[in-house]
């Protein structure tokens, strides 16, 4: 089996890295069109969709562990639930908040690092922040085994749902748990690829869960971030803080942010060495406004424990 080490190059102009995020696209496009209520197991496509609709706007805290006056201060989307990714069912469609994301995110990581969508191929896949679990399928699609964590205990309910409703639970297991739960789930040393996009920036401590996801990697893994972000080569990170929130509104719990730090493709890829990685790669699309990186576990490195706030952190 090639290593992704081995890989080959990446397009070298920004048209022939255009055309091969179009073939990647077009390729996952057919993979996640596959997810219809035609190829359903064990279950009717009415009930199907009965029970996903049944979740659509429903307003749980209690669920999330959250007091009545603790609500002003959380999340409007772990409170309300709002469905991840765009999905048509075949007889019916879901507009997702993040809508094709899933697709064109992977998509872009095989360009920008020289991965196709066969190199998820019977690899052991740890999906971070997985929401009502469009990139948990699209995964499983591409063949790969999954373990998906989430901390929205309605989404990470939700995903399982559709992992068992197409017949794909002895591959694919999704876990209510936050990323720095990690290492209660006895997860370390199981996995060839931590794949975590739109997660960095929602965190309050970036390092220690970057530390976290090394962990969880076989040697010779790889992992892959993105993040909202910005493209400085000085290594800066821009506070936003749980306050600050944008788009939608409060009254239909609609409203985006809850954003902690946003980095520079620097600062991530500086993130990145600091937890472990070597061979770290970091980029600024200006197309996304996002950052990029991939970074490889090819020795076990320790972490600067001084200031770290879990200071026996593996």
């Not at 991840?84 to 069912?89: A, L, P, S, V, Y």
């Not at 998906?148 to 939700?158: F, L, M, N, P, T």
């Not at 876990?175 to 789930?185: A, G, M, N, W």
């Amino acid at each position: 089996m090639t290593s992704f080490s081995d890989k080959p190059s990446a397009p070298e102009t920004k048209a022939d890295r255009q055309v091969e995020q179009s073939r990647h696209y077009r390729d996952l496009q057919d993979v996640f069109s596959r997810f219809t209520s035609a190829n359903l197991v064990n279950l009717s496509p009415e009930e199907f969709r009965t029970w996903i609709e049944g979740l659509l706007g429903s307003v749980d805290y209690e669920q999330e562990g959250y007091s009545e006056n603790q609500l002003k201060y959380q999340r409007d989307l772990s409170i309300k639930f709002h469905w991840g990714h765009t999905h048509d069912f075949g007889d019916f469609q879901l507009e997702g908040r993040m809508r094709d994301r899933h697709l064109y995110l992977m998509a872009d990581f095989c360009s920008y690092f020289s991965l196709t969508p066969e190199d998820f191929r019977d690899k052991w896949v740890l999906d971070v922040g997985c929401w009502t679990g469009g990139t948990t399928l699209l995964l499983l699609g591409l063949g790969a085994k999954v373990v998906a964590i989430e901390e929205v205990k309605k989404y990470a309910k939700a995903a399982q749902f559709l992992v068992d409703s197409f017949g794909l639970g002895e591959r694919g297991k999704v876990l209510s748990s936050s990323i720095y739960d990690l290492p209660k789930q006895d997860l370390f040393d199981r996995f060839h690829i931590a794949y975590a996009p739109g997660v960095v920036y929602h965190l309050s401590d970036p390092v220690l869960a970057l530390r976290h996801l090394y962990n969880t990697l076989k040697m010779g893994g790889i992992i892959l971030v993105e993040s909202a972000g910005f493209g400085s080569k000085e290594l800066e990170c821009r506070f936003g803080g749980s306050r600050i929130h944008h788009a939608g509104s409060e009254s239909e719990l609609s409203r985006a942010g809850w954003n902690w730090f946003t980095p520079s493709w620097a600062a991530l890829r500086a993130m990145l060495v600091d937890a472990g990685f070597d061979q770290v790669s970091a980029l600024y699309s200006r197309h996304r406004k996002r950052v990029y990186a991939i970074g490889y576990k090819v020795d076990q490195h320790d972490i600067c424990r001084a200031g770290l706030s879990v200071p026996d952190v593996a």
